[in-house]
């Protein structure tokens, strides 16, 4: 199972930096997604490049989201970007990135994601979660489905626990995304 730490320094309960330094140094995560999408982009640069030097510093893979100038200037090979931005790319730029994930919310997503020439692809929300208050989860058929059609790796988001990450495994998901636990200290 790779799980992949979801980043929301609003999130945290005490210092952001020394949160993502734990989970860089620890063994529960694989990767760490540094998701602070409502910060303005010459902010997030700046948290990126820290975030990057702990990641680097324990080997542990770091994600950058959203802003994907901020990657190109840092000379990150990870990025992540919402469908919407995603798909405003062409598919011969997207071949600059060594990974280029994008979130998909129904198999029409997930087809342009295929054909966007995606690497992977976060479905969600599965369970309820307080990112999501009032907003009906989609569910375990739902990223069953969305696995079973998939060419590409299915990391499931939303809701997510050391409790329940056996039963988004078992719907063909090749791992998780996990971010109000590990934020708040909840998860290793």
Request: proline share 4%; net charge neutral; hydrophobic share 35%.
């Amino acid at each position: 199972m790779y799980r992949i730490a979801v980043t929301n320094r609003h999130l945290c309960k005490g210092d952001f930096l020394v949160r993502v330094e734990e989970l860089a140094s620890g063994t529960y995560y694989d990767a760490i997604l540094l998701r602070e999408k409502d910060m303005l982009e010459n902010e997030y640069e700046k948290l990126a490049v820290c975030v990057l030097e702990i990641c680097e510093k324990y080997n542990k893979k770091c994600i950058l989201h959203t802003f994907e100038k901020t990657a190109e200037k840092l000379g990150h090979p990870y990025l992540h970007l919402p469908l919407s931005l995603f798909s405003e790319g062409k598919k011969e730029q997207r071949k600059r990135w060594k990974e280029l994930g994008t979130s998909v919310h129904s198999l029409e997503e997930l087809r342009k994601a295929e054909e966007g020439g995606a690497s992977y692809v976060v479905a969600g929300h599965i369970f309820s979660t307080d990112c999501k208050r009032g907003v009906p989860p989609r569910g375990l058929p739902f990223l069953r489905e969305i696995c079973a059609a998939s060419s590409l790796p299915v990391y499931g988001i939303g809701g997510i626990s050391a409790e329940t990450e056996k039963q988004v495994e078992r719907q063909g998901a090749a791992g998780v995304c996990m971010m109000s636990g590990c934020m708040r200290g909840d998860l290793p």
